[in-house]
């Protein structure tokens, strides 16, 4: 079946460095992948998507290539801030599982002044 | 423009109660379904619904029932709670999916639910 698997972290870094956080997945069909994230207290909020191999998604800083020969979609960013301390969630959707949404586990980002 | 609403936001039950959590939305969607967070295991789908009138299971549907008699409302009823649903439920809603272009869903601010 589909999953989705993402380094559960906590990732802690100063502000102004980079971040990676690393997403892989396996799915049949062609999958169409997300970047959501969560802050304290809230509901997730779509980041980032991609819907084909080789598309990049951008957002607010944040970029993520769908790598169809890798499998993954790894969300960067070239300087963190405060700001950006929340939960970050990989999913995915595929043909075969209708419209449903597939997550990953979470990682936890916290941005130290 | 309130997007998804849910209700309760805090919800505290003994063994055995049964309540409904509440979901609307106001953005005419289609497609409405209902998580459970629990740490390190991300968001499990408990039910969706693809249109009024038409409910299924998702990952972990038992002990959960739904019901979709409008477009814009979508309960999720636990008949009798279990310590084991102490969870947070997210509730979230999108259009319907265009082929080969998934649309994302837009998500309410979630029920923290706790069975003693």
């Known amino acids: 079946g589909n999953s989705v698997t993402q380094m559960e972290g906590p990732v802690t870094l100063s502000e102004e460095a980079f971040l990676t956080i690393n997403c892989t997945y396996t799915?049949?069909?062609?999958?169409?992948l997300f970047w959501y994230v969560q802050y304290p207290g809230e509901g997730l909020q779509l980041l980032l998507k991609a819907t084909k191999a080789d598309d990049k998604g951008s957002n607010k800083g944040f970029e993520a290539t769908y790598r169809k020969e890798t499998t993954s979609f790894h969300l960067e960013k070239g300087s963190v801030q405060v700001s950006d301390s929340a939960v970050y969630f990989c999913a995915l959707t595929s043909e075969n599982y209708g419209q449903n949404f597939v997550f990953g586990p979470g990682t936890r980002l916290s941005v130290l002044p | 423009n309130a997007g998804v609403t849910q209700t309760p936001k805090f919800q505290v039950l003994k063994t055995g109660q049964s309540m409904t959590l509440q979901c609307a939305q106001d953005?005419?969607?289609?497609?409405m379904s209902w998580y459970r967070q629990d740490p390190g295991m991300g968001l499990r789908l408990i039910h969706y619904s693809v249109g009024a009138g038409i409910t299924d299971q998702g990952e972990v549907p038992n002990g959960y029932n739904v019901s979709r008699s409008t477009t814009e409302d979508f309960p999720l009823r636990l008949l009798s709670a279990a310590p084991s649903q102490t969870s947070v439920y997210f509730c979230?809603?999108?259009?319907?999916?265009?082929?080969?272009?998934?649309?994302?869903?837009?998500f309410g601010d979630g029920t923290r639910l706790s069975i003693l």
């Open positions: 953005m005419n969607h289609e497609y």
């Open positions: 799915a049949t069909g062609y999958p169409s």
């Open positions: 979230a809603s999108s259009r319907e999916s265009i082929r080969n272009s998934r649309q994302p869903q837009h």
